[in-house]
């Protein structure tokens, strides 16, 4: 994952660093449980009016993407919530905002409360329980062994295609179609593997791109959660990253880029970005120095153990993780 591999100083990745910002209105000034945005909005809501009648509102007069900021810019999400077809969700998601900020609130009066006492609540920084911390918090303790189970599902499924299917691998001779320009044919050469960043791959190289999106109403992967898989390739003397192409059908709306396994089921979709990608087409010869089946046991148990350290149980379900989990084992039938 993204913010476990930076936290190793870890280069695979072109990937910099999101600015924070408030998961409502974009806001990089404020969090979302300091949202003054959602409580106006809220208000207008209540009285069965859109917020953004008001000349005042912030989706009249947002503020302009800053470095280093992502989609989740306020520019946008004005955008999408003032368009009619977007005010269902705007809805919900000014509800849930304000859900947040009042929990924020009962938290900061039970902690003063326990200081006005003189005594310390004992609260779980990962499921906001009481009575215990995350060192001892069953809940996270379960997550734990749901990723780390689904993890070693996803990783078997990509040694079998990989590794067993493919013969994939560092050294491996590749045919790839290399882009020529806007609708122009691409041209097909040869290229040769140098690199790949096995040892950062997880279940979550897939985050169900074409049907997670505003559109949908699903919940998109954080990027700081996402696992993209690093190709590296040399083709006619140019060092060049490697995707796989998505069928037609599957890139509406979402990636044009999708590696299916060999029967035919979704393996990764998360890919660097990079503007001189390649485009795998087969294997020509297969690695000579193919991936150690001991790669099957990591399991990345410390990325694991990181994320949930790092992250609340809510943060988790804001960023897609929990959702997306529980759809991979839907699929799987893992539980």
């Not at 069965?48 to 009249?60: H, L, M, R, S």
């Not at 998109?220 to 190709?231: C, T, V």
């Not at 995707?243 to 990636?255: N, T, V």
Request: charged fraction near 25%; charge should be positive; hydrophobic fraction near 35%.
């Amino acid at each position: 994952m993204r913010a476990f591999n930076q936290s190793n100083n870890s280069t695979s990745d072109n990937y910099t660093k999101a600015k924070s910002a408030c998961s409502y209105c974009g806001d990089v000034d404020h969090q979302v449980t300091k949202c003054p945005n959602a409580v106006s909005d809220w208000a207008y809501f209540q009285r069965f009016e859109i917020p953004c009648i008001d000349p005042a509102n912030w989706t009249n007069n947002p503020k302009a993407k800053v470095t280093g900021q992502r989609w989740n810019s306020q520019a946008n999400n004005a955008r999408w919530f003032k368009d009619p077809s977007g005010w269902g969700k705007w809805y919900f998601a000014c509800e849930k905002a304000v859900v947040k900020i009042k929990k924020a609130e009962e938290r900061e009066a039970t902690k003063a409360k326990a200081k006005r006492t003189g005594k310390k609540a004992k609260t779980c920084g990962f499921c906001g329980g009481f009575g215990h911390n995350r060192r001892d918090c069953p809940t996270m303790s379960a997550l734990n062994d749901r990723i780390m189970k689904a993890n070693a599902h996803w990783r078997q499924r990509a040694y079998d295609y990989f590794v067993e299917e493919l013969g994939f691998g560092v050294g491996a001779l590749v045919k790839v179609e290399i882009p020529t320009g806007w609708q122009q044919p691409a041209n097909e050469t040869v290229a040769v593997v140098t690199k790949i960043n096995w040892d950062e791959l997880n279940m979550f190289c897939y985050m169900e791109s074409a049907t997670r999106n505003w559109r949908s109403g699903k919940k998109r992967l954080h990027e700081n959660l996402q696992a993209p898989m690093y190709i590296s390739v040399v083709a006619n003397g140019e060092t060049r990253t490697l995707r796989w192409k998505a069928p037609s059908q599957s890139i509406k709306y979402g990636s044009d880029s999708l590696c299916n396994d060999q029967h035919g089921r979704p393996l990764v979709d998360v890919y660097p970005y990079s503007y001189n990608a390649v485009t795998f087409k087969s294997v020509v010869s297969p690695t000579e120095t193919p991936l150690s089946a001991e790669w099957l046991e990591q399991g990345q148990q410390e990325c694991v153990a990181f994320i949930t350290k790092k992250y609340s149980l809510s943060k988790l379900k804001d960023w897609g993780a929990i959702d997306l989990l529980e759809s991979y084992e839907k699929r799987y039938n893992l539980k």
